[in-house]
């Protein structure tokens, strides 16, 4: 697939903008903010042994950024060249929509996969003072990987359905929150829709990640939800010829 040249071309847009820099800045200092905050909570009420409990918390926590930060990634990626008027420009390039889709996608998941391998930083300080566990780290940034995956899909999804880059942040995050908390009042529903709804929840599946253990159901749960977004946005590029508007 000929993907590179748009690839290339997002990944240089985000970085000759600010704003990379500023959702870099902002994911730093805010999960930097937690880490402190996490280890003080540990060190002072648990010790350094529970290293597990750490990691859950940190990783909780930073999910909760990345549910502000990646639609503010993915909104500009359509609906920016729907707004300049690009977008008729773009697919008159020979690229199928599926090369331009998987592009945008993958430019978007290389300044993510920047922004939380940055964060290595925090149990590599960690590690000077005590020895760290590498295996529940390994499952955690797993997770954490996925888990932003499926949040880029959805965020690119919406950005395909609007001219405007506001919309589609907040249309994002509203998708993604409700994917999240989803089960969370099952007790107004029956046990049946509330064992559905519990199976379909980022939480269920992200929370045995950050407990160190990776099961095949959870990454095909992320694989399967970002393929699924990633499919409906191609359904969205498709039918601007049903339109008649490319």
């Not at 500023?22 to 290293?51: E, H, K, P």
């Not at 859950?56 to 909104?75: A, E, K, V």
């Not at 919406?158 to 994917?179: H, W, Y």
Request: net charge negative; charged share 15%.
């Amino acid at each position: 697939m000929n993907f590179y040249p748009i690839f290339k071309k997002e990944l240089k847009s985000y970085f000759s903008s600010l704003i990379a820099y500023i959702v870099l800045a902002v994911f730093l200092v805010i999960s930097g903010y937690y880490f402190y905050t996490d280890l003080a909570l540990f060190v002072l009420w648990g010790g350094a042994s529970t290293q597990e409990g750490l990691w859950q918390y940190l990783f909780h926590d930073i999910r909760l950024i990345l549910l502000l930060t990646i639609p503010l990634l993915t909104m500009r990626l359509f609906a920016e060249e729907k707004k300049l008027g690009t977008i008729e420009l773009l697919f008159t390039y020979p690229f199928r929509d599926s090369e331009i889709l998987l592009g945008k996608f993958l430019a978007c998941l290389v300044v993510f996969s920047l922004m939380i391998g940055l964060t290595v930083l925090y149990p590599l300080l960690l590690a000077m003072v005590y020895e760290v566990e590498v295996l529940p780290l390994v499952a955690s940034y797993l997770g954490l990987f996925l888990l932003g995956a499926s949040f880029i899909s959805c965020g690119i999804m919406v950005s395909s359905l609007t001219e405007n880059q506001i919309v589609a942040a907040l249309v994002s995050s509203g998708v993604i929150m409700v994917f999240w908390f989803i089960d969370w009042n099952e007790a107004a529903v029956s046990p049946t829709v509330a064992e559905v709804l519990h199976h379909i929840s980022f939480f269920e599946h992200f929370y045995n990640f950050v407990r160190g253990v990776i099961e095949s159901k959870d990454v095909i749960y992320f694989v399967l939800f970002t393929f699924f977004f990633l499919f409906l946005t191609l359904r969205s590029l498709e039918s601007r010829r049903w339109r008649g508007i490319r």
